[in-house]
Structure formats: structure tokens, C-alpha cells
């Protein structure tokens, strides 16, 4: 059983900053080739916001957060971090950790398995 458990959401003033974490559990978990972090704004489709690839560390960015986000990952740990900076009012919304064996890009929530419960952020 594999799990996805996000930390580090919450309410925070336009400019600021918030540090997301997802740690994986369980079997297979150490099986992952990417993790990384979707977004969902209530009554729009999910969007990858950032991704990692594990074994290369190499990254994606969704154009709407390059420059302000960057991705992390803690192998010991089995975590990856979302460091978001410059917040604005439009990265509102829940981020949810995802997280695959097989990766084929960021474009679409459904090439990705395994999700988080969620973490919501609020920028106000």
C-alpha cells in the first residue's frame, strides 16, 4: 500500500512564501521515477504545476510558476519539496502530490497512479 502524504499548505499574503513536502511510504514507493505536484482550482482540470525525475534529477515547471517555484527531492527521505516564492493570488488553490513508476510528462493528471490527499494554499 502506498502512500502520498502532503505538508506545508496554508494561508499566506500575496509576495510571500510556502515550503510544500510529500513523503512516500510503502511498497514500491522507492520504485517511483518522478514525483511531483498538480494543482486544482475548483471548476478547472488539474494542472502540473512541477515535476522531478528521481534518477536524473532533471525538472519541469508549468509555464505559471517558472522562476518562482522550484522542486526538490530528499532520496534519504523519500520526500520532494515545493518551494514557492513570490506567491500571487492566482496560485490559489489545492496542490496535491503525485507521484509514478512509469512517467511520461506533466501535461495530464491521468498519466499519474498515485496521489496525495491534497494541500490547500491560499494567497490573499
Known amino acids: 500500500h502506498v502512500q502520498l502524504v502532503e505538508s506545508g499548505g496554508g494561508s499566506v499574503q500575496v509576495g510571500g512564501s510556502l515550503r510544500l513536502s510529500c513523503t512516500s511510504s510503502?511498497?514500491?514507493?522507492?520504485?517511483?521515477?518522478?514525483m511531483g505536484w498538480f494543482r486544482q482550482i475548483p471548476g478547472k482540470e488539474r494542472e502540473g504545476v512541477a515535476g522531478?525525475?528521481?534518477?536524473?534529477?532533471?525538472?519541469y515547471y508549468g509555464d505559471s510558476v517558472k522562476g518562482r517555484f522550484t522542486i526538490s527531492q530528499d532520496d534519504d527521505k523519500n520526500t520532494v519539496y515545493l518551494q514557492m516564492d513570490s506567491l500571487k493570488a492566482e496560485d490559489t488553490a489545492m496542490y496535491y502530490c503525485?507521484?509514478?513508476?512509469?512517467?511520461?510528462?506533466?501535461?495530464?493528471?491521468?498519466?499519474?497512479?498515485?496521489w496525495g490527499q491534497g494541500t490547500q494554499v491560499t494567497v490573499s
Open positions: 510503502g511498497t514500491f514507493s522507492n520504485n517511483f521515477k518522478c
Open positions: 503525485v507521484a509514478d513508476k512509469i512517467c511520461v510528462g506533466w501535461a495530464q493528471a491521468a498519466w499519474f497512479n498515485y
Open positions: 522531478i525525475y528521481r534518477d536524473t534529477g532533471a525538472t
